[in-house]
C-alpha cells in the first residue's frame, strides 16, 4: 500500500488546477518529530495561484481533505501535517507481506532488461586483498538490488590479466625465481617476486627496461613468456576462487584485459574514421577539451594501446553482446576521471549509449588509518580478514550460545556476514578504517546485530508456536512501537527504488538497522506472547520482521542464521 500515493491523491482533488500528482508527490515530506504526523505536506508553492497566505491555506484544505487511511489532519502553519490510521495501515500492510514474503518490494520495472556490472576485477599473480572487498561487495549488492527490480544482472569480473606488470614479473621470476616455491605457494611468492622488483628497480632503473622487454615478448606471443603468463593465471585464479567460495559470490564472465587484445584495433579504426585522432610527439589521443578533460592517449609512440583503449572494446562488445539498459562499474573512486574520459570518448565516436553507462565509485578502506598498496606489499589479505572474523564470532558464540547446533557453519555466516554489511553499512564514497573487533559485534549498527535481531524474531515464533498465520484475519496494532517498525517495513518498497536509484547499497544496510533497533524496541516494551485479542497481529508483526531482515542480508549477500 502507497500511503503517500493515497495522500496525493486526496490532495489532488483540491488543488489539481494548480499542481499535478506528481508535483504534490514530490512536495510531501517526512516529518522530523512523531508528534507532527507521518507526512507533511507544505503550502507555500499554492500562495501565488491562490493568493492568500500559506497559513490560511493549509487551514482551507485542512477542513476539505480526507482518506480512509488518515486517521486526523492537523494544520501548524503553513504545513497540513497527516496522522495514518495505525489499526488500519498496519493490517494492511502486514497481509501484504506475509501474502508477498520475500517479493515484498520488488516490481517489474526491468522487464528483464540486461545490467553488465564490471566488478572485482583483481590483478592475476597478485593476492585478493582487503582492498578488492569493496569492488567485489558492492557489485553483488547491486547485482541483487537490479534483480529485484526487475532486470538481468551480468556480473563481469574483469580480470587484469594483461600489462606491463606481467612483464615485470617475468623479469624477477627469471632473475630470482624458484619454480618449486612458485608451486608450492604461488600467490605469496609471485607477490613477494612483485616488491622485490620494484624494491631493485629503484637502485637499477635498467629493470624496468627488462620488464618492459618482457612484456613485448608476450604481446608478441613469445613462447616462454605466454606459457609464463598461463601459469601466473591459473594458480591465481584457483586462489581468487577460493575466497570467492567463501564470500559465495558467482560471477557471470571472467572475461578480462586479454580478451580484448584482437578487439582494439577496431577501436582505433573507428576513431581514425571519425578523425578523432590527432598525432601528439608521436602518440594518438582524442582531444576532450570540450568535456573540460584531458585528451584520452589512446595508443603510446610506441604503438601499444593502453587501458582506455581496452575498456572502449570492452564497452562497445557489452553493448553488442547484452544491448544494456545501464552498465555498470563498481570501481574505486581515483579512476573517477578515467570514466569520464571512456563516457567521453564514446560520445565523441556517437555512440549514445555512453549515457547509460555508470561509474559507481567508492572509498578506500584503511588499515590502522594507512592506504594499502600492493606494489610495497602493504597489504592485508582478504582470506585472512574472512578466516580471522570466523573466529572471533565463534568465540562469541561459544560464549553466549554453547549448545548451538552447528556452531562452526554459523560461526562462518556470522563472521563472514559482518564483513560484508560492515562494508555496505557505509555509503560507499566514504573511506573507513578496518578492525575486526569493531565488526563482529552482536551489539551495535553492526551485521551480527541485524542477524541476531531476525534469530530473536524466529524463536519468539517457535515458543508461540505460530504455525502459519491467516491472511483472511486484522492484524490491527495501534501501539507506538509497533508504529515505529510498521512504517520501516511500508517503506520497503520506496527504500528499494532508492537504492537503485543511488546505485547504493547502504540504504539497504541502514534500512535493516532501523527495523532491527524498532524491532527490538518494540519486544522489550511488548508481551508478544500474552494470550489475548491482539496476539495473532503482534506475531504477524513478528514474522513480518523476521521475513524482511532476511531480505534485506540477501540484498547484501549475507546469510541469516535461524538461530545464533
Given at each position: 500500500m502507497d500511503y503517500k500515493l493515497q495522500i496525493a491523491q486526496s490532495l489532488h482533488e483540491h488543488v489539481s488546477e494548480s499542481l499535478s500528482l506528481e508535483d504534490i508527490l514530490g512536495l510531501l515530506e517526512k516529518p522530523k518529530s512523531v508528534e507532527h504526523g507521518d507526512v507533511a505536506f507544505p503550502t507555500f508553492s499554492l500562495a501565488k495561484v491562490f493568493r492568500k497566505a500559506p497559513q490560511q491555506i493549509a487551514a482551507d484544505l485542512g477542513e476539505k481533505i480526507s482518506s480512509p487511511i488518515v486517521e486526523k489532519v492537523e494544520v501548524v502553519g503553513p504545513y497540513l501535517?497527516?496522522?495514518?490510521?495505525?489499526?488500519?495501515?498496519?493490517?494492511?500492510?502486514?497481509?501484504?507481506?506475509?501474502?508477498?514474503?520475500?517479493?515484498?518490494?520488488?516490481?517489474?520495472?526491468?522487464?528483464?532488461?540486461?545490467?553488465?556490472?564490471?566488478?572485482?576485477?583483481?590483478?592475476?599473480?597478485?593476492?585478493?586483498?582487503?582492498?578488492?572487498?569493496?569492488?567485489?561487495?558492492?557489485?553483488?549488492?547491486?547485482?541483487?538490488?537490479?534483480e529485484k527490480m526487475g532486470y538481468n544482472p551480468i556480473k563481469i569480473n574483469h580480470l587484469g590479466d594483461w600489462g606491463t606488470q606481467f612483464g615485470k614479473l617475468m623479469t624477477a621470476y627469471k632473475l630470482w625465481g624458484s619454480e618449486e616455491a612458485v608451486r608450492e605457494n604461488p600467490i605469496q611468492e609471485l607477490l613477494k617476486l612483485y616488491v622485490k622488483f620494484h624494491d631493485e628497480a629503484e637502485e637499477n632503473p635498467a629493470l624496468e627496461d627488462d620488464g618492459r622487454e618482457w612484456f613485448k615478448k608476450l604481446e608478441d606471443g613469445d613462447e616462454e613468456a605466454v606459457e609464463l603468463w598461463k601459469w601466473f593465471k591459473a594458480e591465481s585464479m584457483k586462489e581468487f576462487n577460493r575466497i570467492y567460495d567463501k564470500l559465495e559470490i558467482t560471477f557471470d564472465s571472467f572475461n578480462g584485459e586479454a580478451f580484448y587484445n584482437d578487439k582494439m584495433q577496431e577501436v582505433v579504426d573507428l576513431l581514425e574514421e571519425k578523425n578523432l585522432l590527432t598525432v601528439d610527439n608521436g602518440a594518438s589521443i582524442v582531444d576532450l577539451e570540450k568535456y573540460d578533460l584531458n585528451p584520452a592517449l589512446?595508443?603510446?609512440?610506441?604503438?601499444?594501446?593502453?587501458?582506455?583503449?581496452?575498456?572502449?572494446?570492452?564497452?562497445?562488445?557489452?553493448?553488442?553482446?547484452?544491448?544494456?539498459?545501464?552498465?555498470?562499474?563498481?570501481?574505486?573512486?581515483?579512476?573517477?576521471?578515467?570514466?569520464?574520459?571512456?563516457?567521453?570518448?564514446?560520445?565523441?565516436?556517437?555512440?549514445?549509449?555512453?549515457?547509460?553507462?555508470?561509474?559507481?565509485?567508492?572509498?578506500?578502506?584503511?588499515?590502522?588509518?594507512?592506504?594499502?598498496?600492493?606494489?610495497?606489499?602493504?597489504?592485508?589479505?582478504l582470506e585472512e580478514v574472512l578466516d580471522d572474523a570466523v573466529s572471533v564470532a565463534l568465540k562469541q558464540i561459544e560464549a553466549k550460545n554453547p549448545d548451538l547446533e552447528n556452531k562452526e557453519t554459523v560461526?562462518?555466516?556470522?563472521?563472514?556476514?559482518?564483513?560484508?554489511?560492515?562494508?555496505?553499512?557505509?555509503?560507499?564514497?566514504?573511506?573507513?578504517?578496518?578492525?575486526?573487533?569493531?565488526?563482529?559485534?552482536?551489539?551495535?549498527?553492526?551485521?551480527?546485530?541485524?542477524?541476531?535481531?531476525?534469530?530473536?524474531a524466529l524463536s519468539i515464533l517457535r515458543k508461540a508456536d505460530a504455525g502459519e498465520l491467516s491472511l483472511d484475519a486484522a492484524y490491527a496494532l495501534n501501539d507506538s512501537y509497533s508504529w515505529e517498525v510498521i512504517k520501516l517495513i511500508q517503506e520497503y518498497p520506496e527504500t528499494v527504488q532508492r537504492a537503485f536509484d543511488k546505485l547504493e547499497p547502504s540504504v539497504i544496510a541502514k534500512h535493516a538497522i532501523h527495523l532491527a533497533q524498532a524491532f527490538n524496541k518494540y519486544y522489550a516494551n511488548s508481551r508478544v506472547l500474552t494470550e489475548d485479542a491482539e496476539k495473532p497481529a503482534r506475531l504477524a508483526l513478528v514474522q513480518a520482521v523476521a521475513i524482511l531482515l532476511k531480505e534485506d542480508l540477501r540484498l547484501l549477500g549475507v546469510h541469516s542464521p535461524d538461530q545464533m
Amino acid at each position: 500500500m502507497d500511503y503517500k500515493l493515497q495522500i496525493a491523491q486526496s490532495l489532488h482533488e483540491h488543488v489539481s488546477e494548480s499542481l499535478s500528482l506528481e508535483d504534490i508527490l514530490g512536495l510531501l515530506e517526512k516529518p522530523k518529530s512523531v508528534e507532527h504526523g507521518d507526512v507533511a505536506f507544505p503550502t507555500f508553492s499554492l500562495a501565488k495561484v491562490f493568493r492568500k497566505a500559506p497559513q490560511q491555506i493549509a487551514a482551507d484544505l485542512g477542513e476539505k481533505i480526507s482518506s480512509p487511511i488518515v486517521e486526523k489532519v492537523e494544520v501548524v502553519g503553513p504545513y497540513l501535517n497527516f496522522f495514518l490510521d495505525k489499526k488500519f495501515v498496519s493490517s494492511t500492510v502486514l497481509k501484504e507481506i506475509l501474502t508477498q514474503q520475500d517479493n515484498f518490494g520488488a516490481n517489474n520495472v526491468g522487464e528483464g532488461k540486461n545490467i553488465p556490472i564490471d566488478m572485482s576485477s583483481p590483478n592475476i599473480a597478485k593476492p585478493i586483498s582487503l582492498g578488492h572487498l569493496r569492488s567485489t561487495v558492492i557489485g553483488n549488492a547491486l547485482a541483487n538490488i537490479v534483480e529485484k527490480m526487475g532486470y538481468n544482472p551480468i556480473k563481469i569480473n574483469h580480470l587484469g590479466d594483461w600489462g606491463t606488470q606481467f612483464g615485470k614479473l617475468m623479469t624477477a621470476y627469471k632473475l630470482w625465481g624458484s619454480e618449486e616455491a612458485v608451486r608450492e605457494n604461488p600467490i605469496q611468492e609471485l607477490l613477494k617476486l612483485y616488491v622485490k622488483f620494484h624494491d631493485e628497480a629503484e637502485e637499477n632503473p635498467a629493470l624496468e627496461d627488462d620488464g618492459r622487454e618482457w612484456f613485448k615478448k608476450l604481446e608478441d606471443g613469445d613462447e616462454e613468456a605466454v606459457e609464463l603468463w598461463k601459469w601466473f593465471k591459473a594458480e591465481s585464479m584457483k586462489e581468487f576462487n577460493r575466497i570467492y567460495d567463501k564470500l559465495e559470490i558467482t560471477f557471470d564472465s571472467f572475461n578480462g584485459e586479454a580478451f580484448y587484445n584482437d578487439k582494439m584495433q577496431e577501436v582505433v579504426d573507428l576513431l581514425e574514421e571519425k578523425n578523432l585522432l590527432t598525432v601528439d610527439n608521436g602518440a594518438s589521443i582524442v582531444d576532450l577539451e570540450k568535456y573540460d578533460l584531458n585528451p584520452a592517449l589512446i595508443k603510446k609512440s610506441d604503438g601499444a594501446t593502453l587501458y582506455i583503449t581496452r575498456d572502449l572494446a570492452a564497452a562497445i562488445y557489452r553493448k553488442r553482446t547484452y544491448d544494456f539498459a545501464l552498465s555498470l562499474y563498481a570501481v574505486g573512486n581515483e579512476q573517477s576521471n578515467h570514466f569520464k574520459q571512456l563516457k567521453a570518448v564514446l560520445k565523441e565516436m556517437d555512440f549514445d549509449w555512453a549515457e547509460d553507462m555508470h561509474h559507481v565509485p567508492f572509498g578506500l578502506i584503511t588499515k590502522d588509518g594507512k592506504k594499502l598498496s600492493t606494489r610495497k606489499g602493504k597489504i592485508v589479505l582478504l582470506e585472512e580478514v574472512l578466516d580471522d572474523a570466523v573466529s572471533v564470532a565463534l568465540k562469541q558464540i561459544e560464549a553466549k550460545n554453547p549448545d548451538l547446533e552447528n556452531k562452526e557453519t554459523v560461526a562462518n555466516q556470522v563472521g563472514i556476514g559482518a564483513v560484508v554489511f560492515h562494508d555496505l553499512k557505509n555509503d560507499r564514497l566514504n573511506n573507513f578504517d578496518f578492525t575486526i573487533e569493531e565488526i563482529v559485534q552482536f551489539e551495535g549498527e553492526t551485521g551480527p546485530y541485524v542477524q541476531y535481531s531476525r534469530a530473536r524474531a524466529l524463536s519468539i515464533l517457535r515458543k508461540a508456536d505460530a504455525g502459519e498465520l491467516s491472511l483472511d484475519a486484522a492484524y490491527a496494532l495501534n501501539d507506538s512501537y509497533s508504529w515505529e517498525v510498521i512504517k520501516l517495513i511500508q517503506e520497503y518498497p520506496e527504500t528499494v527504488q532508492r537504492a537503485f536509484d543511488k546505485l547504493e547499497p547502504s540504504v539497504i544496510a541502514k534500512h535493516a538497522i532501523h527495523l532491527a533497533q524498532a524491532f527490538n524496541k518494540y519486544y522489550a516494551n511488548s508481551r508478544v506472547l500474552t494470550e489475548d485479542a491482539e496476539k495473532p497481529a503482534r506475531l504477524a508483526l513478528v514474522q513480518a520482521v523476521a521475513i524482511l531482515l532476511k531480505e534485506d542480508l540477501r540484498l547484501l549477500g549475507v546469510h541469516s542464521p535461524d538461530q545464533m
